[in-house]
């Protein structure tokens, strides 16, 4: 009864007000869960950059706002007008909007685009502090203007997945006028909102685009944001009515139920976000060098354990890609059943992990010691804790060591830690973006130091597959081959819930990414 009140939520949330007329003015309250390092979505790693930031921005491309799955079929013009590849798919042209302004007046042409490029391929004067995405446009050989509204990408091979990763929420234009670090603290974008503060542990305020290129957009005069980073005192705000929404896909089961219970009228959804809880471990220090300790520590894992502990049951197993039938490229449940850990009999997974740790010398009377770092949020501590005590059953024990989110992706990235328990959002559901990403041996975001050159060149091979039955036999063979090596052991897929306001209105969450659909021009309240 539980599940089926749930998905209820999920598909009444999912329902646009076709007979509504929407109204422009007014403020949306809603909240940040912590503080991001930066506004500089090109330099950050999670969507709480995304979520306040994404709407002062535009790509050439983007999602559609009001379809809850991304697919190749919802992408739609933005700065971009229209679209062309060439007949050997390696040359891929857009023709640009014309008129559009940057928030401080300047003109956006062909030579903006050009210039974030640059940027995100580290080829230009300026750099970034921090370039977790380098990775997704690599086999862009060169992005050229061909005149002041169009430019050229060529590639070194078909790459059918590119307009996806250009679409996703993580692939705004930057203005050449401005530096990276200009753009860290006081972004200029050419999107429906602009920054008024950005105040970190406190406020982030957007205030409406008056010259948006979009006739009639946003509805919204502004967006207030504070920072509020105890979970319960969020809720608590939102059921007084002085937050119009929550932090998206930060309702859990329980706190879904309290809501619902104190707020009947209030709307929820919740689902699937594409984002995995995983281990990692920094195969670089000892002794997490000896892959058996690494195997050892992934067989000891139980997932349905953490499912049912965190989520009552509603959360998914799955390898790297989000499992079906939300994701398009998951595994079959019987393939995920032979890779290392993934066996439903924990108790014999545990005993291999145990004779494992016996052989190289560990035991009841000498017991492994390590800390276990994570980010300090709810949605990253609450399983540390499991992975604790999961740890303890094979003579491990791990200590908390709570970390910063400001500090977080720098300390991982650094490869300063041990043993972490991280979360890994997913921004596009395409195998690109997920094996680049996190398992390319050059990749800033790989924070286990996971490296097999001769898998990368199966990442190539995918990459550049069009037949979709080929391609995702390949994506199986080398996601099988990732999980067995415990390159970053997947615990578990995380869904997860939103609630709003009923006088809220425009807000659809994306049922395959959690990163792409924060634009908020179509977002109005019926007040």
């Known amino acids: 009864m539980r599940l089926a009140k749930l998905l209820l939520a999920a598909l009444v949330a999912s329902v646009p007000a076709l007979a509504q007329q929407p109204k422009s003015g007014g403020t949306f309250h ?28 535009n790509n050439l491309i983007v999602y559609k706002q009001d379809e809850p799955r991304n697919t190749d079929a919802s992408i739609v013009p933005e700065l971009a007008t229209s679209w062309a590849w060439s007949d050997d798919h390696k040359s891929l042209t857009f023709k640009l909007r014309d008129g559009v302004k940057w928030h401080d007046g300047k003109p956006f042409t062909s030579a903006d685009v050009k210039c974030t490029f640059d940027l995100i391929q580290d080829k230009g004067t300026e750099k970034f502090r921090k370039n977790p995405r380098k990775l997704w446009y690599q086999n862009v050989e060169s992005v050229t203007p061909t005149g002041p509204l169009e430019v050229t990408f060529k590639l070194a091979r078909p790459q059918p997945s590119l307009l996806a990763l250009l679409a996703s929420g993580y692939s705004p234009m930057y203005p050449c006028h401005m530096s990276p670090a200009q753009m860290r603290t006081k972004p200029v974008g050419t999107g429906p909102f602009m920054l008024a503060e950005f105040k970190q542990n406190e406020i982030i305020r957007l205030v409406k685009n008056p010259n948006y290129w979009k006739p009639g957009r946003p509805y919204l005069d502004a967006i207030e944001m504070p920072i509020i980073t105890n979970r319960s005192t969020a809720m608590l705000a939102f ?85 079906a039938p939300n994701g398009v490229w998951g595994m079959p449940e019987a393939m995920m059943r032979e890779m290392v850990g993934y066996n439903p009999d924990v108790a014999k997974n545990r005993a291999e992990a145990r004779a494992i740790m016996e052989k190289l010398g560990y035991g009841p009377s000498n017991r492994l010691k390590v800390k276990v770092s994570t980010r300090n949020i709810p949605a990253y501590r609450d399983p540390a804790v499991i992975l604790i005590d999961h740890l303890k059953e094979i003579y491990i024990d791990g200590e908390l060591d709570p970390v910063d989110t400001s500090l977080w992706f720098s300390k991982v990235a650094r490869k300063d830690y041990a043993v972490g328990l991280n979360l890994t959002g997913n921004a596009v559901d395409d195998p690109d973006q997920a094996f680049y990403e996190n398992y390319a041996c050059k990749s800033e975001r790989n924070y286990s130091e996971y490296c097999n050159p001769e898998l990368e060149k199966l990442f190539d091979q995918q990459s550049a597959e069009v037949d ?57 309240l019926d007040r």
């Open 30 to 57: 809603t909240y940040q869960r912590d503080s991001p390092a930066s506004a500089s979505i090109h330099e950050e790693a999670t969507y709480s950059t995304n979520i306040p930031f994404m709407a002062v921005f």
């Open 468 to 524: 979709v039955e080929k391609r995702r036999a390949l994506v199986w063979d080398i996601d099988r081959r990732i999980q067995n090596d415990v390159a970053r052991p997947i615990i578990l897929h995380i869904r997860g819930g939103t609630c709003w306001q009923p006088d809220v209105h425009g807000f659809t969450p994306m049922v395959n990414s959690s990163y792409n659909g924060y634009r908020y021009e179509d977002l109005w």
């Open 239 to 323: 059921q007084a009515g002085k937050l119009d929404m929550t932090f998206p896909t930060e309702v859990t089961p329980p706190l879904m139920r309290d809501i619902k219970s104190q707020m009947p009228k209030a709307v929820c959804a919740f689902g699937p976000t594409n984002v995995n809880e995983n281990l990692i471990v920094n195969r670089e220090k000892p002794p997490f060098d000896n892959p058996d300790i690494r195997r050892a520590m992934a067989l000891t894992i139980d997932r349905k354990a953490y499912i049912d502990i965190l989520f009552e049951g509603l959360a998914d197993i799955g390898g790297s890609l989000l499992p």
